[in-house]
């Protein structure tokens, strides 16, 4: 979509093939679907919080088919938006699926259609694990559409997905279970974040088994696990990965190099072993997050049609896991600083917020910064609490420019906010 734009704008004629609905991933079964269903989770612990503060709330009732209505309509008026916006820059559609004949040309329904660039942004799809009975287990493409709500969920997986589904599960009031493989969730975060997500979402009620993998999966979502032990379920989401969507698009016979996972090779400009054929988003899973696909699209529009050669900025990428509580984070964790920086200073907080004073929640905000010990930058930030993607995405800008501590010591906070925490904090930790 930004690069069809952007591109037609700097006056290329453009051409877009696209079987589905206009959005991809993000719009249809991606991102705002799962905001929405977040947004909805959420309620349940808005509503026990309104005691504490004198509201008499009757029990509450959720009605699944009034949330999946509401968010049909919503995600159609997006790919409304979103068709128009190309047709009003000029773009044309072709309402079928593309095929790479060569490096100029591709295969469009029954007609050949020829251009002097092509530009891959297929995007991917989630991954089963090669277990027996893997077929019975859902993915997330179909969480956003289930005729009914179950009363007892396996999420297995312990990535964004995976944490943001069994949020919105439980939160929504189904007994919920998440079973991940490795020794804590999300791998590839700072450590602590992913030990104390599991505290917060063991609080809220979400049974947590670490180093714990399905083996198979039976008729009737009999679950067996690699120890042994064997649970029923009424429905088993996995969320276990997902992979570029390369197959089947004639890429190996064009001469287009691919990673052994079937991502597309590309340089800094996001041009693959073909000089003629490009490919951006997910499809190269460099870092698979809608903005970073969308910034990867006007960088190339740049360098092909507006006499800029632009490389794509992939550092200090502010990213959020929507799970109950939030997850946002931007720079480097931890353990990826000690291994750049050498030396590094921690300074970490974690307390409960003012609203929650009010009743009995026990949810603690945490929020970390991690500082090059020798220069004194602010290398990464990191927080757990509500709103923390809305918070970190004001941090993100500060990691970006190469703010030091002192420039955050020097930055008067919002009283009384949490996110006036990142420019209070003054003991090193380590």
């Known amino acids: ?19 589905g609905r206009f959005g991809g991933t993000c719009v249809n079964v991606g991102c705002i679907p799962k905001k929405l269903f977040s947004y909805a989770a959420h309620f349940r612990d808005e509503l026990q919080d309104a005691a504490g503060f004198g509201w008499r709330v009757a029990p509450p009732a959720f009605d699944w088919p009034t949330l999946l209505a509401n968010k049909d309509r919503e995600v159609a008026r997006l790919n409304g938006v979103y068709e128009r916006a190309l047709a009003d820059n000029g773009v044309a559609i072709f309402r079928d699926r593309a095929t790479v004949l060569d490096a100029h040309a591709v295969r469009v329904g029954e007609r050949s259609v020829t251009a002097r660039h092509i530009l891959l942004a297929t995007g991917s799809r989630p991954h089963k694990p090669a277990i027996p009975g893997a077929g019975l287990g859902i993915t997330s493409n179909e969480a956003f559409s289930l ?6 969920a396996l999420v297995v997986g312990g990535g964004y997905i995976a944490l943001e589904f069994a949020s919105i599960f439980n939160g929504l009031g189904v007994e919920t279970t998440l079973a991940y493989r490795g020794a804590r969730l999300l791998r590839g975060f700072d450590g602590e974040l ?15 088994h670490l180093k714990m993998n399905p083996a198979r999966i039976e008729q009737g979502l009999k679950v067996t696990f690699e120890d042994g032990r064997a649970e029923e379920y009424d429905l088993v989401l996995l969320a276990t990965g997902r992979q570029p969507n390369t197959a089947g698009l004639g890429l190996e016979a064009a001469g287009v190099a691919l990673a052994p996972d079937g991502a ?11 000089e003629s054929i490009h490919a951006i988003g997910d499809v190269t899973n460099r870092i698979n997050l809608t903005p970073v696909a969308t910034s990867e699209g006007m960088a190339l529009a740049k360098t092909l049609f507006g006499g800029r050669p632009t490389p794509v900025d992939h550092e200090n990428v502010p990213t959020a896991v929507f799970a109950n509580p939030n997850l946002a984070t931007v720079g480097l964790s931890e353990e990826q600083a000690r291994e750049r920086c050498g030396r590094v200073d921690l300074y970490r907080t974690a307390f409960r917020s003012l609203k929650h004073a009010m009743g009995d929640s026990e949810e603690k905000i945490f929020m970390k910064l991690v500082v090059d010990a020798a220069s004194q930058r602010v290398v990464g930030a990191h927080m757990i609490g509500p709103d923390a993607g809305e918070i970190i995405q004001g941090i993100a800008i500060a990691v970006k420019l190469g703010a ?3 420039q955050f010591d020097a930055t008067i906070g919002i009283h009384p906010t949490a996110a006036e925490e990142f420019v209070t904090l003054r003991e090193r930790a380590a």
């Open 147 to 152: 005729p009914a709500l179950p009363r007892r």
């Open 404 to 406: 030091t501590k002192a």
């Open 264 to 274: 597309v090779r590309v340089d800094e400009y996001s041009r693959s072993s073909v």
């Open 194 to 208: 992913g030990e104390r997500m599991a505290d917060e979402m063991r609080r809220k009620g979400i049974l947590i």
């Open 1 to 19: 979509m930004r690069a069809s734009r952007f591109s037609a704008a700097l006056g290329a004629r453009v051409a877009v093939a696209e079987p």
